[in-house]
């Protein structure tokens, strides 16, 4: 199985800049997603890759091979589209069996081929229905044989999944995942959604205005966001604007506290940066009135609670803005609203990120959490 | 539209589905009524009044004499002239149209120029009888525009045996009018193709052809047939057109129709009673042909 590599892609429509110079190389055999915001050029650069656009500048290679300028129908890519794409009028089998067909493929081999990989989805007993006989997540099953029938050297996925309800996604990208893994195929697989990203992938590939911000496995585009887009937008993280403090423990203070921070000591004094944290490696202890405990990081206010069954993340109110922090749902019962707490982290947890000199309120106040970043991560 | 839309605005483009499996006890039935009131009132009962009319003599008493009539030369001659014309201009129209249709929808092609078609078609394909005759006149006419024009660069198109009074003539004439409708009509079901489509059949390896031919146009068929009835019908009942460019030089059906019942020539109501018969004939076995080819796309459709 070849890699996939992209050289310096850029693609503009019109005024709107979709891609800017973007590079990445897939290992053969590699699950590479592309995770970003909507209209970040996630379905640009894969419509580039499979064909249907064309990139201003720049190559696309596959193994050595140069294909920039093969057109759409000879590249030999598999793609899953959205939804929607299967032939209304063929069977699953016959859709399957299409690129095989145009192939010149014997129709004995042909219907082999195809009840094979039916089996491989899991629809070994779907053959004969039409696209409106199936469901959502079945479609996208016969979709996923239909792509791999013809052998492709490389998998491409535009979003297979966000059509689907919930339960579905998860199950289905589990399969795509062991699919792609018994074939060794290389895929390129796009989303919006970080959970499926980070949960399928060997990469992600963060994609901010048509740039990457960062590519990374998914342990490293959690743990360590080498950018504060990146920072903001994986998961739920307490960005709380500091200046680095000449302390040999090290430390940074933010609206005139303390706080530690091993990452500072190799920080020079002075230099201001995001400190991000998140809400799962803060320690949450209540308080009795108003004595402080001694060792905190900082005090606050329990402000609002939020179920997401095994945990509760509770938002606190702090001297240095509110504050995310997740507590076993169990020990979440005792801290009420409006409660005084203690919070500790172990100073080896918060990272730091330079931020441009001058730079005022890049992020707001200490943490700004939006609704739809209230998930599970 | 042509000049009467009596016949075809009952022709089926696609089988209604689901108005029968409303829920015992639900009113949503009541919806339909008028509907099928306006059916029985303009077009059961008048059918029913016609077919008793052809078949009745005016001394009283029941007759087959007109029936009969329908297959002297003169009545068997113009069902076919009726038929012929019918079936060249939906097919040059329905082809030409679809073609149209196409370049106008495709991803390339600026997006002023798709409202500017459909303005341009709904015009042209209510153009028609009278005013479209003489627009053609003022054109193609011995002394039209075109024909002049032409005559200016050394082509003399009547002198070569053209005429618009002729079938031809006739033919060119009704084109204009089936063309834009056959245009508005195909537009919604291009639409329907929809890109992922073509985008994942290309994907496969196939050619612009060799999705147009697997996929394209078999999910098209039951529209385009649909489409080609409906152009076979239009045809068919046009009056005016033919009557104000011709004068009932080219023998058509309903023209004769027009003859017998006004009683210009011969006042002979039950004659016009029977042809009217023979049209209803013929457009319900178009129907019934749209009907069967249809089958073939039943299985895959949504019901
Ligand atoms: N055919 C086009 N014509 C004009 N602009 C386009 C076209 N396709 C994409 N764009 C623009 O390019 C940018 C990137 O679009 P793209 O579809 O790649 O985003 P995306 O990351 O896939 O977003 P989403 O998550 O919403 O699918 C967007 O600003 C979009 O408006
Ligand atoms: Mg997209």
Redesign the interface.
């Known amino acids: 199985m070849p890699g996939l590599k992209l050289q310096g892609l850029h693609k503009q429509f019109g005024e709107v800049v979709a891609l800017r110079t973007l590079d990445l190389a897939v290992e053969s055999g590699e699950f590479v997603s592309l995770l970003g915001p909507s209209g970040c050029g996630k379905t640009t650069a894969l419509r580039i890759v499979?064909?249907?656009e064309h990139a201003d500048e720049g190559r696309i290679l596959v193994g050595d091979k140069d294909i920039t300028d093969v057109p759409?129908?000879?590249?030999?890519?598999?793609?899953v589209?959205?939804?929607?794409?299967?032939?209304?009028?063929?069977t699953a089998q016959q859709n399957v069996e299409?690129?095989l067909?145009?192939?010149k493929q014997r129709s004995a081999e042909r219907a082999r081929r195809a009840s094979e990989l039916l089996d491989l989805v899991g629809l070994a007993s779907a053959t004969g229905r039409?696209?409106?006989q199936l469901s959502g997540g079945q479609q996208q099953r016969v979709?996923l044989a239909?792509?791999l029938a013809?052998e492709p050297s490389v998998l491409l996925l535009d979003e297979p999944l966000s059509a689907l309800d919930a339960k579905v996604r998860v199950q289905l990208r589990e399969e795509i995942r062991r699919i792609q893994t018994q074939l060794g195929i290389t895929a390129l697989y796009v989303t919006h959604d970080q959970e499926e990203a980070l949960s399928v992938s060997d990469r992600v590939v963060v994609l901010s205005h048509g740039q990457i911000e960062q590519v990374g496995t998914p342990a490293e585009i959690y743990g360590e966001p080498q950018t504060v887009f990146v920072a903001a937008f994986i998961g739920t993280m307490n960005r709380i604007e500091a200046t680095v403090r000449a302390d040999p423990s090290g430390a940074v203070e933010s609206a005139g506290h303390r706080l530690p921070v091993h990452a500072a000591r190799n920080w020079t004094s002075g230099l201001h940066v995001l400190m991000l944290l998140r809400p799962e490696v803060i320690d949450l202890r209540p308080l009795q009135g108003d004595t402080s405990a001694g060792g905190e990081a900082m005090t606050g206010n329990v402000k609002s609670h939020t179920f997401l069954g095994p945990v509760t993340r509770v938002q606190v109110s702090t001297p240095i803005g509110d504050l995310m922090v997740d507590v076993p749902s169990v020990e979440a019962l005792s801290v009420s609203i409006g409660a005084r707490v203690s919070l500790t982290w172990d100073p080896a947890s918060p990272r730091l990120i330079e931020l441009p000199a001058g730079a005022e309120n890049v992020v707001g106040p200490a943490a700004i959490i939006a609704e739809d970043e209230l998930q599970p991560a | 539209m042509a000049d009467t839309t009596r016949d075809i605005t009952t022709l089926p483009m696609s089988r209604p589905r689901g108005i029968l499996v409303a829920k015992r006890g639900s009113l949503a039935w009541l919806g339909v009524v008028p509907f099928f009131l306006y059916t029985t009132l303009f077009l059961l009962l008048p059918a029913l009044w016609l077919t008793t009319d052809a078949f009745r003599s005016p001394t009283g008493g029941y007759t087959f004499s007109f029936i009969q009539k329908l297959f002297q030369s003169q009545y068997e001659n113009a069902f076919f002239t009726s038929i012929r014309i019918s079936l060249v201009t939906a097919l040059v129209g329905g082809i030409f149209g679809l073609f149209v249709a196409y370049a106008a929808l495709r991803e390339d092609v600026p997006r002023w120029v798709r409202p500017l078609l459909t303005t341009y078609s709904g015009v042209a394909a209510n153009f028609a009888g009278v005013p479209l005759a003489f627009a053609f006149v003022a054109t193609l006419g011995g002394a039209g525009l075109v024909t002049q024009f032409l005559a200016r660069f050394g082509l003399d198109i009547y002198a070569r045996g053209f005429s618009l009074y002729t079938f031809t003539g006739l033919t060119i004439t009704y084109v204009y009018f089936q063309l834009p409708l056959m245009i508005l009509i195909i537009i919604p079901s291009l639409e329907g193709i929809?890109r992922?489509?073509r985008?994942?059949?290309?994907?496969?390896?196939?050619?612009h052809t060799?999705f147009w031919r697997?996929?394209g146009l078999?999910?098209l068929f039951p529209s385009l047939l649909g489409a080609m009835v409906l152009l076979f019908g239009n045809a068919f009942s046009a009056y005016a057109t033919p009557y104000a460019l011709t004068s009932g030089s080219v023998n058509l059906v309903p023209i004769l129709i027009g003859n017998v019942t006004s009683g210009e020539v011969v006042a002979d109501p039950n004659l016009g009673d029977a042809l009217a018969l023979g049209t209803i004939v013929i457009i319900s076995i178009s129907v019934v042909i749209y009907a069967l080819l249809q089958r073939r796309?039943d299985?895959?459709l949504?019901r």
């Open positions: 499979a064909g249907f759409a129908n000879r590249r030999d890519m598999g793609m589209f959205q939804s929607y794409s299967l032939f209304p009028n063929m299409f690129g067909r145009i192939r039409y696209p409106h979709a239909r792509a013809i | 929809k992922e489509w985008e994942a059949a290309t994907n496969l390896g196939a050619t060799q697997h996929i078999p999910i796309s299985k895959w949504r």
